[in-house]
């Protein structure tokens, strides 16, 4: 009853953008903090970027600093993952998923932290 709904993804060339969303039915999105996850081919599950419930406060992972943004739509209750200059290592599932507990002023990068996920979309960046 309570789901997060990502965007398709797909085939970008490297050096190109992407934008994912992540659309929540049942609950309302802008209470809880944000998080977006990525699992690449051979690597573990990685937290990317996350927002807290306010939108005051966000968190990058080193790796994707100063070519992603998260935002929130409140009015369309939805979350975005702007991704520019995307590199080949970029490539993986992408998830997001929401922080259900009482709202806070940070958010968290870990996901033991979140408790609805997304089905997770697939982000291919290839020349």
């Known amino acids: 009853q309570l789901q997060l709904v990502e965007s398709w993804g797909g085939l970008v060339q490297p050096g190109g953008s992407l934008r994912l969303s992540c659309a929540a039915s049942g609950f309302t999105l802008d209470y809880y903090g944000i998080g977006w996850f990525r699992h690449a081919p051979g690597k573990e599950r990685e937290g990317v970027s996350c927002?807290?419930?306010?939108?005051?406060?966000?968190n990058y992972a080193d790796s994707v600093k100063g070519r992603f943004t998260i935002s929130r739509d409140n009015a369309k209750n939805t979350v975005y993952l702007q991704m520019n200059s995307l590199k080949p290592e970029d490539t993986g599932v992408y998830f997001c998923?929401?922080?259900?507990?009482?709202?806070?002023?940070?958010?968290?990068?870990?996901?033991?932290?979140?408790?609805?996920w997304g089905q997770g979309t697939q982000v291919t960046v290839s020349s």
């Open positions: 998923a929401a922080d259900l507990k009482k709202p806070q002023p940070m958010c968290a990068m870990m996901g033991v932290d979140y408790d609805s």
């Open positions: 927002i807290s419930s306010s939108g005051g406060r966000t």
